[in-house]
């Protein structure tokens, strides 16, 4: 089947009523989540998770994936509206959204930033759609050192580009590592790290972990502060951007556009680092990089463009390598494996539908948002005025529900708890979630592409560095980890440093 | 961090060597054929090494900074609040089997409406039930979960 004919089939999953009833409710969470600061992406799609037990597969990953790109949308509403960014990525939206907002140009700033997604969002399909079929065909050469290697280089990034501590970020993928291969091991049938409890022979499941990780933790965090929220008084009218507007943000929107599908590709990468990289970008070729941060459209435009943009760029190597390039994608790697599904190079092949159902629903649900995030306004900012002190006891109350559903197991709501105050610690202690998580989920993976990798060789490490591609990889993750671990330059990430 | 860093590296280092021993105890295997051991083991190694290097960090952070205190991390926060909640939570989870969810849950509801920022009791009792009895319509009744039913069981179902 040529690429239209793909896209039509796609379109004919996408487009049945049922598919479509759960973008829109992936899309309206996703703006939701995007809004209320608090509880970003990964809590939202970890608290549903549970839920999409009971739907297909293919309507599970496009609500999933939905709440993903439709909190990029709705993560600029409060960057913009209230200097409070709702989701990481959109913090560089606040510099100069808020600005905008204070000088009366809240209406235009939305306007950009919805359009811009829009567009970027619907690059990035059309290059996910145009490369991924290309990757999955080069993937089927891998063997389990490539597969490994590259699992490695993609937790290697993910630690490099942490915001805090690099030693500690490793940390934390050792530890989920470790996490990870509790239960029986499937090659020996030993019990590891069980301590005699039945319900983790199965392993420690994926739904009460990162709902303690991302959503308990959370909410500890906010009920020792009280978020301050002034959203701006005065009425937002005049959405659409004006010409002059257009003319300033064209260039922004198209360069955030690539510049986030290619960095959400990288393992690591991902929407927050890509807004980032498209700000420094427009300020370099502003004409007048001293109005950035005074309230200047293209500081809006690029960034937010950016952050939609990647979020397509990252589907790729978890669609045709089975690698999540980042923690949302982990979080979907793992729910695919609940479904039954092997993400991997032969899922485009064996499972078509869910791919190009998947990918075309993305641009079904950019069409939604464009319609919820701009004429719907008002209604998000009516949710803006819900206080915290309603608002946590249920979000407590899903996430209670949410992994008591998965099993029946009371010993999941423990389990979800602990790692609540583990999280809840960790970001008190500044050790970072997103390394553990997608270690965690890559974990398993990983041991069983060292066991036959070794195997293979005799027992030989020399397998890593005699097959090209494993042994480019292995010298990029070798240089990584060790580059930071230097005393001298070790002590904060580049992400970090370009945060300041 | 000096401090914090101190105190967080020696309990990972600590989690460091129970996982190298109960991995040693699980055997390493050898390199053709790797034991279930094997790859926890070295994880155990790593993390021990790592964890030294945050512990030898933070002292050196705690001198040039003069030392800042474990309590600094919670100065200016309500941190009664989240132990609040964490004990609220972990007695709901210990509880649940035996209560049941409707019981469990508008108590639990209930504590939160009340013990973090105060509401009056006739809105956390009302909030609590509309927020159960609607949770249990969407869940127990609609999507079929089934939400432990505890004593109330035997009286009414």
């Known amino acids: 089947m040529d690429l239209l004919g793909n896209i039509v089939y796609g379109f004919s999953v996408a487009l049945t009523p049922i598919n479509l009833l759960y973008c829109f409710i992936g899309v309206f969470i996703g703006t939701l989540v995007g809004v209320l600061p608090g509880i970003g992406p990964m809590g939202a799609m970890s608290l549903l998770l549970p839920m999409t037990f009971h739907v297909s597969p293919i309507g599970a990953i496009i609500m999933l994936s939905g709440i993903y790109y439709g909190a990029m949308y709705g993560g600029s509403t409060t960057s913009i509206l209230i200097n409070i960014p709702g989701e990481a990525a959109s913090v560089v939206t606040c510099l100069d959204g808020y600005q905008m907002a204070l000088q009366g140009r809240a209406g235009p700033a939305l306007g950009i930033a919805a359009f811009g997604s829009f567009i970027a969002g619907t690059v990035s399909i059309v290059g996910l759609m145009l490369v991924a079929p290309l990757m999955a065909e080069a993937a089927l050469k891998f063997g389990p050192p490539e597969y490994f290697i590259l699992m490695v280089l993609g937790m290697t990034l993910l630690i490099y580009l942490a915001s805090g501590s690099i030693p500690k970020a490793l940390m934390m993928a050792v530890v989920g590592i470790i996490l990870g291969i509790v239960g029986i091991d499937v090659t020996s049938g030993a019990q590891r790290f069980t301590f005699g409890i039945l319900e983790l022979n199965d392993g420690i499941g994926l739904v009460p972990l990162v709902m303690g990780l991302f959503g308990i933790s959370e909410v500890l965090l906010n009920v020792e502060q009280s978020l301050k929220r002034e959203i701006i008084k005065a009425r937002i009218g005049g959405l659409l951007p004006s010409r002059q507007d257009w003319r300033n943000s064209a260039k922004p929107i198209a360069r955030g556009s690539f510049i986030g599908f290619f960095l959400g590709i990288l393992p690591g990468g991902g929407a927050l680092i890509s807004s980032f990289v498209s700000y420094a970008i427009e300020k370099r070729f502003s004409r007048h990089p001293e109005k950035f941060g005074q309230g200047a459209i293209e500081g809006v435009a690029g960034p937010e463009s950016a952050n939609n943009s990647a979020t397509g760029g990252a589907f790729i190597p978890l669609l045709t390598l089975g690698i999540p390039s980042n923690v949302v994608m982990a979080l979907l790697l793992g729910a695919l494996t609940i479904y039954g599904m092997q993400p991997g190079p032969l899922l485009i092949k064996n499972h078509p539908d869910l791919f190009w159902g998947v990918v075309t629903s993305m641009y079904i649900g950019n069409a939604m948002l464009l319609i919820l995030n701009l004429p719907l306004i008002g209604l998000w900012v009516q949710v803006l005025k819900v206080p915290y002190r309603i608002l946590f006891p249920l979000i407590l109350l899903f996430c209670l529900i949410g992994v008591y559903s998965v099993n029946y197991s009371t010993t999941d709501v423990l389990i979800m708890i602990g790692s609540g105050v583990l999280g809840y610690l960790m970001k008190k202690f500044k050790y970072e979630a997103a390394p553990l998580t997608l270690a965690y989920v890559l974990g398993p993976m990983l041991e069983m592409a060292l066991r036959q990798s070794l195997t293979i060789s005799n027992g030989s490490f020399s397998i890593f560095f005699t097959r090209p591609i494993s042994a480019v990889g292995a010298v990029i993750a070798i240089l990584l980890i060790f580059y930071p671990l230097l005393p001298w330059v070790g002590k904060r990430s580049p992400a970090m440093r370009k945060g300041e | ?157």
Do not use: H
């Open chain 2, 1 to 157: 961090m000096g401090k914090a860093d101190q105190i967080s590296s020696s309990l990972w280092f600590g989690l460091s060597l129970l996982v190298m021993y109960g991995s040693y105890r699980l055997g390493l295997g050898i390199l053709t054929n790797p034991g279930p051991g094997f790859l926890p083991f070295w994880c155990g190694v790593i993390l021990c090494g790592l964890s030294a290097l945050v512990f030898v960090q933070g002292r050196l952070t705690k001198r040039r900074e003069g030392g800042r205190l474990l309590s600094q991390l919670w100065i200016g926060m309500d941190w009664p609040k989240p132990i609040y909640v964490i004990a609220a939570l972990l007695a709901y989870g210990l509880t649940l089997n035996y209560l049941g969810f409707l019981v469990s849950t508008t108590l639990l509801l209930i504590f939160l409406f009340k013990a973090i920022e105060p509401e009056t009791w006739l809105r956390a009792i009302v909030g609590a039930v509309l927020a159960v009895v609607s949770s249990y319509a969407l869940f127990g009744v609609w999507l079929q979960v089934q939400l432990p039913r505890g004593f109330l069981e035997k009286l009414l179902f």
